[in-house]
């Protein structure tokens, strides 16, 4: 019996040869595919509890914008008008609560204006033209915000005239020197508590409780207010500097004076004085203007200056500039070397804020869109400001109530922004956005219309909010849940109650414990489609619950697949098998010895695949238990499948089969019994390829819009790519067999076209015809059953049918050329 | 169509061993002759007649004209359009395709090149010719041998071939269905068709006009009498 066993297994070796294959894949994948799925949900799991937990878990608000509830997003800078909303008192009541370890609160005070300030350019030789330009940038485009023309005349280098606009009287000329005033810029001071601050951020901020007295720059009665600058914040004003050399002389500016009516000893900049603030000779100082414009330079330079890389808002020394167009601080400038520097400043200019009103945002079909309110010059404003004179300076009377902000020290920020955490950075976002078309990083322009929110640029004790905005100051607190190590469930459920807890003080509470930032495309007039990132909340759940019905119908479909491939094959052997059964039988084998030796056939075949896949999964993935168990139950099913199928299994014939008129439908109903097992694989394979691949892209899609989810994506996507690609070839595989059996079924057949003279294109036009009219259909029907199954579990778009289109175009093709390459090898095997 | 064989050799190789099946067999047959073939089973017989219709190329050096063309000079291309137009071929087991009826079965070897109507039109005459239009709708396995045999002339005559190639077409078929079978293709011999006909069949024998005999590889051409009396056939 044993060289029975080894002559059956010699003559069949192809088709043993195969199954072995066929089953070394399935228990080598199966295993493989139930450890990887497992370990991508303990990935997502583990990722989730690393990572999506950001620097607090609650933002507690007032109020949540229009936008943001409808959205479910929090605007990186969630303070908006900053109109506060949250009392001192409030805040107390959540900072004592014990299970709460940090509730940090943020109160905007506005917009104010940097100090005035005025700089002086070095000496120069002769006459000159001085035309100085302020530029600001959105980081794409350079806009002009103010240019002011100037002149110097020189005798022998003793100044005798100026002529200047208005803006620089009392400026312009100050030591017979080229002086200008460096522009106003606004700048976001926010409040904040020192202590709570200090245990979000790590940051030491305790020097905003400190008592200043006796600054000589501010009225001796006033109250200063300690303020931190923050390093990052820098405003993007440049200064040019045109310097041209002009040939003119004493006479013909006297010639000049003259001719409208001035005296010698007048200056041309009493014209200005006189059409600007009395509106007498403007026709005449238009006429000085235009004169002394078109005046030819001999020589040029052009120097830029960048006032704001170096210096903060709140600065109270002044600035130099020396000979080398460097800024100075004036406690570095040498007097003796450069001469005396004219200097002034203002503080009267911080008695005013600005607010700045939220943009006008819209939603739209593919997110939201800003209108363009106004431009400023050339720079376009997306927000309406409001100014508040929140104090005046009485110059005879009592000035003891006057606040001023006095800057204690600067602060670097620097990586306080964890790239995966869900936090809103706030006071602290240096992330804008950027232009979608060109990926450009988009910043602020100086001015706050700008459709970008500036983060912090100034920070002051919580302390002082009430003396500018009344008794509920505080815009939001940012609330760290003690205990916690990590972003679990159980962490989530203690997160909720909390917050439940805070929303029943009539206050909003958005949980950002689990949130990601994600980016949200922003058509912004007169600037273009915005890439922006927000924050969306709950895309840690999201995530979870997605990857869950990933993961199980992954593993089904994988499951699924595999086992139909199994039960092809074991049919196509069965089929082979049949005959050699009736043969055994007709030569007296009993029904039980028959049986007997094909179970001992298939018992050789078991073991061989058995110990062959434990090989492999030991040298190349490295089993472990979760394997283990994986390998054992494919195994187990495997067995029971092959013993019900051997069972059932009955061969029948085609008498039933009936005349055609159609030489394909002919065809297709007589092996219908193929193409029925084959087609309703391919049917449902096809579906099952649809479906993944689909919920994949919408599932990457859902998960990828926020920073944590493309993270995790990335790390799952590997193991998501390995099972689609196995289920794909094991789809293939099984096809092409069960394709190629039928044509080997018909093999005399189309020797005989041959023999009749049929030429190898037509007999291969012939067959892809009749395959094709059964395998176009089952790969239509199947990705219409997926589509539809799809839009069981998620919204169908154009995404959604383009992949679907294109699978099912990529299937065709790649069966096509199956049907191509498998035709030409039967053809070629012919008896020439 | 005559056909001229000068030393047509065939060889089959394989792995192990390479083995001569024809050996320089030289013969030749006259337009409307009936040549019948005999010899034990693995002679050669059915090899000659494969490689004579170009279903098999012959070795080197062969040289086979079946009228002007030289076959054996031919790609295969070539040889299976000749053998579309030329030759008719029958099988001792008939070879039907079980799915299509009788009358699609003669239709079968012209369907890429001929419309169907046509096609369908000339089957219909083809099988009242060989007295099966009744049967016409049948599948295979609803035919009897016979008939079977009919339709599967019917389908050789498709073209109306100059040469029929007969491999044991009777073997299959009782006395009385022989006969008509044989009397089918006297008839199709008296149009002026060339008929090469392998039998083990004494009775046919009397069909033909001329007899040849493989014997390993080679063919020799034997009197009926000489056939009968001293050599006779051996299975």
């Known amino acids: ?832 | 169509m005559d056909i001229n064989v000068m030393n047509l050799s065939k060889t089959y190789e394989s792995n192990v061993e390479q083995k001569k099946v024809l050996d320089q067999v030289t013969f030749k047959v006259n337009k409307g002759e009936w040549v019948n073939i005999i010899g034990r089973s693995g002679s050669g017989k059915t090899t000659l007649l494969k490689c004579l219709s170009g279903i098999m190329s012959a070795d080197r050096g062969s040289i086979i004209n079946i009228g002007d063309l030289p076959i054996h000079s031919k790609s295969e291309e070539d040889r299976r359009e000749f053998r579309r137009q030329h030759i008719g071929y029958i099988y001792q087991d008939y070879q039907l395709f079980p799915a299509y009826t009788a009358k699609q079965n003669v239709m079968l070897p012209e369907l890429p090149y001929q419309n169907e109507s046509i096609l369908l039109k000339r089957a219909e005459e083809l099988m009242e010719q060989l007295n099966i239009e009744h049967r016409q709708d049948a599948l295979p396995n609803q035919l009897s041998g016979g008939e079977q045999q009919r339709v599967a002339i019917a389908r050789a005559l498709l073209n109306n071939p100059d040469i029929f190639v007969c491999d044991e077409p009777t073997g299959n078929l009782d006395r009385s269905t022989r006969d008509e079978v044989l009397q089918i293709l006297k008839q199709l011999q008296e149009e002026g068709r060339t008929i090469l006909f392998v039998t083990h069949d004494y009775d046919v024998i009397e069909y033909g006009d001329r007899i040849f005999e493989m014997d390993d590889g080679r063919l020799e051409e034997v009197s009926q009498k000489t056939l009968i009396i001293e050599k006779p056939i051996k299975n």
């Open chain 1, 1 to 832: 019996m044993f060289s029975l066993h080894v002559q059956h297994i010699i003559n069949n070796k192809k088709s043993i040869i195969v199954m072995i294959l066929m089953l070394i894949v399935i228990f080598t994948l199966s295993p493989t595919a139930f450890k990887m799925v497992w370990e991508g949900h303990e990935q997502v799991n583990a990722d989730i509890t690393d990572f999506s937990r950001g620097d607090y878990d609650l933002l507690v608000r007032a109020s949540q914008s229009e936008i943001e509830r409808e959205l479910g997003v929090v605007e990186e800078n969630y303070l908006g008008v900053g109109n506060g909303g949250i009392t001192y008192e409030q805040w107390e009541n959540i900072k004592k609560d014990p299970r709460i370890e940090t509730a940090a609160p943020v109160a905007s005070l506005g917009f104010f204006t940097k100090i005035d300030q005025m700089y002086q350019l070095p000496k120069e030789e002769g006459s000159n033209r001085y035309t100085v330009s302020y530029k600001t940038t959105d980081g794409v485009n350079t806009y002009l915000i103010n240019q002011q023309t100037a002149y110097l005349f020189k005798d022998n280098e003793v100044v005798y005239d100026y002529f200047y606009p208005i803006e620089l009287m009392n400026i312009f000329g100050e030591f017979d020197n080229a002086n200008f005033e460096i522009p106003s810029s606004y700048h976001p001071v926010i409040a904040i508590d020192p202590q709570e601050e200090k245990e979000l951020t790590g940051i030491d901020f305790s020097i905003l409780n400190k008592n200043i007295n006796n600054v000589q720059t501010f009225p001796e009665e006033s109250q200063l207010i300690p303020l931190i600058d923050i390093a990052e914040s820098s405003t993007p004003i440049t200064t040019e500097v045109l310097i041209e050399r002009l040939d003119i002389t004493h006479q013909e500016i006297n010639d000049l004076k003259q001719a409208v009516d001035l005296s010698p000893n007048q200056s041309l900049s009493d014209l200005e004085y006189y059409a600007e603030l009395r509106g007498e000779h403007v026709e005449e100082r238009d006429e000085v203007k235009e004169a002394l414009d078109t005046i030819e330079e001999t020589d040029e330079q052009v120097h830029i200056i960048n006032f704001f890389e170096h210096l903060s808002p709140f600065e109270q020394e002044w600035y130099m500039i020396d000979d080398d167009y460097n800024i100075v601080m004036e406690s570095e400038y040498d007097i003796d070397e450069h001469g005396e520097a004219g200097r002034s400043s203002g503080y009267l200019s911080q008695n005013v804020i600005y607010k700045s009103l939220s943009p006008k945002y819209q939603k739209t079909q593919n997110g939201l869109s800003i209108e363009l309110l106004d431009y400023e010059g050339e720079i376009p404003i997306h927000r309406d400001l409001e100014q508040v004179q929140f104090q005046e300076y009485d110059v005879n009377g009592d000035n003891s109530d006057l606040l001023n902000l006095f800057q204690v020290d600067t602060v670097t920020v620097g990586e306080y922004v964890d790239s995966l955490a869900a936090s809103p950075m706030g006071i602290y976002h240096y992330q804008y956005g950027h232009l979608k078309e060109t990926g450009e990083q988009l910043k602020p322009t100086h001015h706050p219309g700008s459709f970008l929110s500036l983060p912090a640029n100034g920070l002051i004790s919580i302390d002082w909010a009430d003396e500018f905005k009344g008794e509920a100051p505080i815009d939001a607190i940012r609330v760290k849940v003690a205990g916690l190590s990590g972003y679990t469930e159980e962490a989530s459920q203690k997160i909720q109650h909390v917050a439940e807890e805070i929303e029943e003080m009539g206050l909003h509470v958005d949980i950002v414990a689990g949130a990601s930032h994600q980016n949200i495309d922003v058509q912004v007039e007169g600037i273009g489609m915005v890439v922006m990132p927000w924050t969306t909340l709950g895309a840690a759940e999201s995530i979870i619950n997605s990857w869950n019905v990933f993961s199980i119908v992954i593993s089904i479909s994988f499951i699924l697949v595999a086992l139909l491939s199994f039960v092809a094959r074991i049919r196509t052997m069965e089929h082979e098998l049949y005959e050699d059964k009736i043969r055994l039988g007709l030569i007296g084998w009993k029904p039980s010895t028959i049986q007997t030796f094909y179970r001992a056939q298939w018992g050789i075949q078991i073991v061989l695949s058995v110990v062959l896949s434990l090989v492999i999964l030991l040298l190349s993935f490295g089993i472990d238990i979760l394997m283990l168990i994986g390998w054992s139950i494919t195994i187990f099913i495997v067995m029971i499948i092959h013993a019900s199928f051997t069972v059932l299994y009955k061969q029948k014939n085609n008498k039933t089969h009936k005349p055609r008129q159609s030489f394909l439908i002919a065809n297709i109903y007589y092996y219908r019994r193929h193409i029925q097992a084959a087609s309703l694989q391919l049917l449902f394979s096809t579906s099952v390829i649809a479906f993944l691949l689909t919920v994949q892209q919408v599932v990457s899609n859902r998960i990828s819009v926020t920073d944590l989810g493309q993270y995790i994506h990335f790390q799952i996507n590997e193991l998501q790519i390995i099972l689609l690609l196995s289920v794909v070839l094991l789809t293939v595989y099984t096809l092409s067999e069960s394709i190629y059996r039928m044509w080997k079924e018909r093999e005399e057949q189309i020797e005989f076209l041959k023999v009749m003279g049929w030429q190898n294109k037509d007999i291969r036009r012939s067959y892809t015809k009749e395959t094709l009219s059964w395998v176009s259909p089952s790969v239509v029907m199947g990705n219409i059953i997926g589509i539809i199954a799809v839009v069981v579990f998620f919204p169908v778009n154009l995404t959604v049918v383009g992949i679907n289109l294109i699978v099912t175009l990529s299937i065709l093709f790649a069966l096509t050329i199956v049907l191509k390459v498998g035709l030409r090898q039967i053809l070629m095997r012919g008896v020439s």
